[in-house]
């Protein structure tokens, strides 16, 4: 690394940013006037806001499967300038969500020394074309990046932005399982219950509906033909040409059939079976801690198993979006800023996996504007490249809870000495 880069390395940051951003922002295709601007789902999320505003009532239906405080995400962009129009106030509050991200990112590489997260944010986030702009997961994704920079130090912090992400998008909740320590942890998820009792209640006072509904629409859900599981049906498709039958439903295409009912039904076993292997990692961990294995306790340990739970939950899921790499991205930035990191090969095959990701989408689809997959050698070789990352993470927390504990070298210089002829 050059002097001249270690000296001026935040100003070419910030001005890579500008750059990427504005190359993201074309995607949208403000100033495109032979395809026009693509929308996706601000188009929905307008009309939401229109209903939260003026109705003052939760958006329902099966198109609603967030918690309360997506509605105040959705509210922000009408806090800028009207004349700007719902679309542009929305990409810029992602924007600064996205910037948020970006800075605390540079904050920790900064801390650890190591640029190369602050490069995936950067460089990586593109690759998803305009979907960071054009979903809320930034909103969600910088509230557990925050949490993850502040694990150890602040636990009232650290419960309370994993807290206000879950009430945007349920996943950043599982950031509290990078805490291993009891006193931390009970602080930290009182904190947490706290801001989700909290935004629930103002959400509650301030619209009219349940804003518990969303868990009964996420529980219908069936096989979207973006998940990890629904590989079999592209790879027949690939062999022999037959596409499998997909309808619009809950906001995405599923697959139509009785063997991906039964696929559907089946995931939710397996992402409990994985929550309680998470759980028993957790346990694992926090024992052998107190056991003396002083090297789990570090940061970069939590960072990794963290990362290493959402892509679990991820791969076993019955939903996989492109707005899903979003949150990946932003755990494997986090990861990627400490040389110590375990999970850097999984971390850099999510990356690579995002290209097919978005890939598949070049055209529009009839229903609306939601874009469909044109290509199911992609697809195919995206969830295994997804499956692979995430066994070969949980391959390498394994190996590292199992590690024997090393001994100190003053330990060791001891029992040489001991082990001496005429010692």
């Given at each position: 690394?050059?002097?001249?880069?270690?000296?001026?390395?935040?100003?070419?940051?910030?001005?890579?940013?500008?750059?990427?951003?504005?190359?993201?922002?074309?995607?949208?295709?403000?100033?495109?006037?032979?395809?026009?601007?693509?929308?996706?789902?601000?188009?929905?999320?307008?009309e939401w806001s229109d209903q939260l505003a003026?109705?003052?009532?939760?958006?329902?239906?099966?198109?609603?499967?967030?918690?309360?405080?997506?509605?105040?995400?959705?509210?922000?962009?009408?806090?800028?300038?009207?004349?700007?129009?719902?679309?542009?106030?929305?990409?810029?509050?992602?924007?600064?969500?996205?910037?948020?991200?970006?800075?605390?990112?540079?904050?920790?590489?900064?801390?650890?020394?190591?640029?190369?997260?602050?490069?995936?944010?950067?460089?990586?986030?593109?690759?998803?074309?305009?979907?960071?702009?054009?979903?809320?997961?930034?909103?969600?994704?910088?509230?557990?990046?925050?949490?993850?920079?502040?694990?150890?130090?602040?636990?009232?912090?650290?419960?309370?932005?994993?807290?206000?992400?879950?009430?945007?998008?349920?996943?950043?909740?599982?950031?509290?399982?990078?805490?291993?320590?009891?006193?931390?942890?009970?602080?930290?998820?009182?904190?947490?219950?706290?801001?989700?009792?909290?935004?629930?209640?103002?959400?509650?006072?301030?619209?009219?509906?349940?804003?518990?509904?969303?868990?009964?629409?996420?529980?219908?859900?069936?096989?979207?033909?973006?998940?990890?599981?629904?590989?079999?049906?592209?790879?027949?498709?690939?062999?022999?040409?037959?596409?499998?039958?997909?309808?619009?439903?809950?906001?995405?295409?599923?697959?139509?059939?009785?063997?991906?009912?039964?696929?559907?039904?089946?995931?939710?076993?397996?992402?409990?079976?994985?929550?309680?292997?998470?759980?028993?990692?957790?346990?694992?961990?926090?024992?052998?801690?107190?056991?003396?294995?002083?090297?789990?306790?570090?940061?970069?340990?939590?960072?990794?198993?963290?990362?290493?739970?959402?892509?679990?939950?991820?791969?076993?899921?019955?939903?996989?979006?492109?707005?899903?790499?979003?949150?990946?991205?932003?755990?494997?930035?986090?990861?990627?800023?400490?040389?110590?990191?375990?999970?850097?090969?999984?971390?850099?095959?999510?990356?690579?996996?995002?290209?097919?990701?978005?890939?598949?989408?070049?055209?529009?689809?009839?229903?609306?504007?939601?874009?469909?997959?044109?290509?199911?050698?992609?697809?195919?070789?995206?969830?295994?490249a997804l499956l692979f990352a995430a066994g070969?993470?949980?391959?390498?927390?394994?190996?590292?809870?199992?590690?024997?504990?090393?001994?100190?070298?003053?330990?060791?210089?001891?029992?040489?000495?001991?082990?001496?002829?005429?010692?």
């Amino acid at each position: 690394m050059s002097d001249l880069y270690r000296r001026h390395k935040v100003p070419v940051w910030a001005a890579v940013w500008l750059l990427t951003r504005a190359l993201i922002v074309v995607q949208v295709g403000f100033w495109n006037h032979t395809t026009g601007v693509n929308t996706e789902d601000v188009r929905l999320y307008t009309e939401w806001s229109d209903q939260l505003a003026h109705d003052h009532t939760l958006p329902g239906g099966q198109f609603w499967q967030y918690p309360p405080g997506a509605a105040f995400v959705l509210l922000l962009p009408r806090l800028g300038l009207v004349a700007q129009g719902y679309l542009s106030c929305f990409v810029a509050a992602m924007l600064a969500f996205d910037l948020i991200c970006f800075a605390l990112i540079a904050l920790l590489a900064r801390r650890e020394g190591r640029d190369a997260g602050v490069w995936v944010w950067l460089l990586a986030m593109p690759m998803l074309r305009a979907v960071p702009v054009l979903r809320f997961d930034p909103a969600a994704t910088a509230a557990a990046i925050g949490a993850l920079v502040v694990i150890h130090r602040r636990p009232a912090w650290f419960g309370a932005l994993a807290g206000l992400g879950a009430t945007i998008k349920v996943w950043p909740v599982a950031v509290l399982f990078g805490e291993w320590e009891w006193r931390r942890l009970l602080r930290a998820c009182l904190v947490a219950g706290a801001a989700v009792a909290l935004v629930f209640a103002v959400g509650k006072i301030a619209f009219h509906g349940d804003p518990l509904e969303f868990l009964k629409e996420q529980g219908g859900r069936g096989l979207q033909d973006e998940s990890v599981a629904s590989t079999p049906w592209h790879l027949r498709e690939l062999i022999t040409g037959e596409k499998p039958f997909a309808y619009p439903r809950y906001g995405s295409n599923e697959i139509a059939s009785h063997p991906a009912d039964v696929t559907a039904d089946l995931l939710k076993w397996v992402s409990l079976a994985v929550l309680i292997a998470i759980a028993v990692g957790w346990a694992a961990r926090a024992k052998a801690i107190r056991a003396g294995r002083e090297d789990l306790a570090d940061a970069v340990v939590s960072r990794d198993f963290v990362f290493t739970a959402v892509l679990l939950l991820v791969v076993a899921s019955r939903v996989l979006s492109p707005q899903y790499m979003v949150w990946l991205f932003g755990l494997a930035a986090v990861s990627l800023t400490e040389a110590r990191t375990r999970i850097a090969r999984p971390a850099w095959i999510v990356i690579g996996a995002a290209i097919l990701t978005t890939a598949p989408y070049g055209s529009l689809g009839a229903w609306g504007q939601m874009p469909i997959y044109a290509s199911p050698f992609n697809m195919v070789v995206r969830n295994g490249a997804l499956l692979f990352a995430a066994g070969d993470a949980a391959v390498a927390m394994v190996a590292l809870l199992r590690r024997p504990a090393l001994k100190p070298a003053g330990d060791a210089a001891v029992a040489t000495a001991g082990a001496a002829p005429g010692g």
